[in-house]
């Protein structure tokens, strides 16, 4: 695509017949920048390619390689899929983010995954607040062929996930996958509305829920360290998506929330269709950055 | 969590005691931090180095006002320059025969449905004009539903859903019923889509084609990082965007997305998101967003006052 197909033209121009000397490295953090990693994280990955080939004669392919690996590296231990565990009757996953973020898609395409693999899901439209959030889920379990649980528009989102934890326990299904209304990180009610709501299931279960998904747009920018920080202190995360990497923004902010927080990466989102989850390869996705394949 | 940019001065501040002009050194080295700031605010880069290169043209051989220190001095240059960049503040254009329209465009989940009905609201409440809004995006599921609720909470119009309807037929109907209902204006709003989706851009400009809207908006995300560049210039290249609009910036983001977008459409930034009610729609002020950027309302406030 666009930005990284940018990025690797960059590098080329740069680096042919070119000694990796300070103005080279710049430039290079640069386009790590460019690729949001952020500045430290670009001064970071740069230095570690500086560290052992600094003023040597470097072709653009061994460059983008060489980062490409620093940065699969970083990635590798949180390429972690979800996997619901058989003993949970049913295996309860939260999925929470900010606005607008792909979070009730990817339930939708995470339900078609886990249906495929022969599992029943059950769908909680725990998005009592936005218009039409119920029915764009409803639709999703049509597509899925999973059962929604919800409420009328305005009503109170704990109760709702608690009605549907144990109606999916009553049914022993597989997973519930509860959709949640997207909130800012910044606001203090929204966010104490989502820790009633993981209260209210605690209730029901102390083991509920099994995992807390964040769902992370591709095409934000530094904001993203906000967003894990402050979910991950109120909703203790579990583990992230990343969505819209169809587009022309790369994600690299990832590189940087994986050396922080070490959460898991479960899968990416590469499109609006049920079929669009991959799951999330390291060195697929550092190679995509570097505009290599 | 971000290091304001007057912390990140401090130092600088500290070594630029000399009074008189200022220097090309000095300049650089407090620009270096401006960079790095702009950079955390998600400005794009080449839009970072354009703009530091104007900066420091302006500010090379100025002399320092008596009050202050020569990096404050510097700071306010960046402020002002970034005001300047940011353009100033516009009314949405609705000066063409009613009903005037108005399409709404941009990538998946920026808050284009939610902004139609908050301008809707706007120009109903403000201008106490009669507003028809229309649903284009037949591919979200229940997005067509979700713009008729708050066409309902908005207490405006709403064109009835046709299932199976193509876009360009669902406005060139929403004009139709505009005419005939006497609506002011109609607001069309589009399905999310990429910048780099042929099929679906071709699809909206020839939404554009038939109904020539007399305003364009971009809606984008205040959260948007380096590829606000990128999503900008194509829209505008591939749609002509005559203004934008910045959500979400109720948020914590920095929101340089909106210097980036700013910087390569040239195209007026028209309101902010502020919320997801729909009362929630600010028009634009450039001193706030440039102060946000800069992560440092504070140091702006005391250089004014100096
Ligand atoms: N291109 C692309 N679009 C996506 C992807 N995931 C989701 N979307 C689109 O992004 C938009 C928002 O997705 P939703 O699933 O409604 O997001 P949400 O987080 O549930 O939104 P709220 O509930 O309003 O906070 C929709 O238009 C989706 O079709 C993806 O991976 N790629
Ligand atoms: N906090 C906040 N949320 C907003 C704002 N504008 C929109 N939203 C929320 O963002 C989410 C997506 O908004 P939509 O209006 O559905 O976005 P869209 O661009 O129409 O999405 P698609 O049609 O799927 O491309 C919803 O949850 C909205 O409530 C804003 O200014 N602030
Ligand atoms: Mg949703
Ligand atoms: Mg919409």
Request: glycine residues 8%; hydrophobic residues 45%.
């Amino acid at each position: 695509s666009r930005s990284s197909s940018r990025l690797s033209q960059g590098i080329t121009d740069l680096f042919t017949k070119r000694k990796l000397d300070e103005a080279a490295l710049e430039e290079l953090e640069e386009m790590l920048i460019a690729a949001d990693l952020g500045v430290t994280t670009a001064a970071r990955v740069a230095a570690l390619l500086a560290k052992s080939r600094f003023d040597q004669e470097i072709s653009p392919e061994e460059i983008k390689s060489a980062l490409a690996e620093e940065i699969a590296t970083v990635l590798e231990p949180v390429a972690l899929p979800l996997r619901p565990d058989p003993a949970n009757k049913p295996h309860v996953v939260l999925v929470v983010g900010v606005n607008g973020s792909g979070k009730t898609t990817t339930i939708g395409k995470l339900a078609k995954s886990f249906r495929d693999q022969g599992l029943s899901v059950t769908l909680a439209a725990g998005d009592t607040f936005r218009a039409a959030a119920v029915e764009q889920l409803k639709v999703w379990g049509e597509r899925t062929g999973s059962p929604v649980i919800s409420r009328d528009q305005g009503a109170d989102a704990a109760g709702l996930a608690f009605d549907a934890l144990k109606e999916a326990q009553a049914r022993r299904d597989d997973v519930l996958l509860i959709d949640t209304a997207g909130r800012l990180q910044n606001k203090t009610d929204l966010m104490a509305e989502l820790e009633k709501i993981i209260r209210v299931l605690k209730r029901q279960d102390p083991m509920v829920p099994h995992d807390v998904l964040l769902v992370l747009d591709a095409t934000v920018g530094q904001n993203a360290h906000s967003q894990v920080e402050i979910f991950r202190n109120i909703t203790k995360v579990s583990g992230l998506v990343v969505t819209k990497l169809d587009g022309t923004a790369k994600g690299g902010v990832l590189v940087a929330l994986a050396e922080k927080f070490k959460l898991p990466v479960h899968a990416i989102g590469v499109g609006e269709g049920i079929d669009d989850l991959r799951p999330f390869e390291a060195k697929a996705f550092a190679r995509s950055l570097m505009g290599l394949d | 969590m971000f290091e304001s940019l007057s912390s990140r001065l401090g130092d600088v501040f500290e070594r630029l005691k000399r009074r008189g002009a200022l220097s090309e050194t000095d300049v650089s080295e407090a620009l270096r931090e401006v960079r790095v700031a702009l950079l955390e605010a998600d400005v794009a880069l080449p839009v970072v180095k354009d703009f530091i290169a104007s900066v420091k043209e302006r500010a090379v051989g100025q002399d320092v006002v008596r009050s202050i220190t020569p990096g404050q001095m510097v700071v306010k240059i960046v402020h002002d320059c970034l005001v300047e960049t940011l353009g100033t503040a516009e009314d949405i254009n609705l000066a063409a025969a009613a009903p005037v329209p108005v399409l709404m465009v941009g990538l998946q989940g920026s808050g284009k449905t939610t902004t139609s009905a908050k301008i809707a609201l706007r120009l109903k409440t403000l201008d106490k004009k009669k507003v028809l809004l229309a649903s284009l995006d037949i591919y979200r599921p229940a997005a067509q539903q979700q713009l008729e609720i708050l066409a309902r909470q908005a207490d405006v119009g709403s064109l009835p859903i046709l299932m199976g309807e193509k876009p360009v037929a669902i406005a060139r109907r929403a004009m139709e019923m505009g005419r005939r209902e006497g609506y002011d204006v109609v607001i069309l709003d589009t399905a999310g889509r990429l910048h780099i989706d042929e099929a679906l851009m071709a699809e909206v400009a020839e939404v554009r084609d038939a109904v020539t809207p007399t305003e364009t908006l971009l809606v984008v995300d205040a959260m948007t990082g380096q590829d606000a560049v990128n999503l900008a210039r194509e829209f505008n290249e591939k749609i002509g965007v005559t203004g934008m609009v910045l959500t979400r910036v109720d948020g914590d983001a920095r929101g340089g997305a909106a210097l980036s977008m700013r910087a390569v459409t040239g195209r007026p930034i028209k309101f902010l998101g502020a919320g997801e009610k729909l009362d929630a729609l600010e028009v634009f002020h450039p001193d706030r967003v440039a102060g946000r950027i800069l992560g440092m309302g504070d140091v702006v406030s005391l250089v004014e006052k100096a």
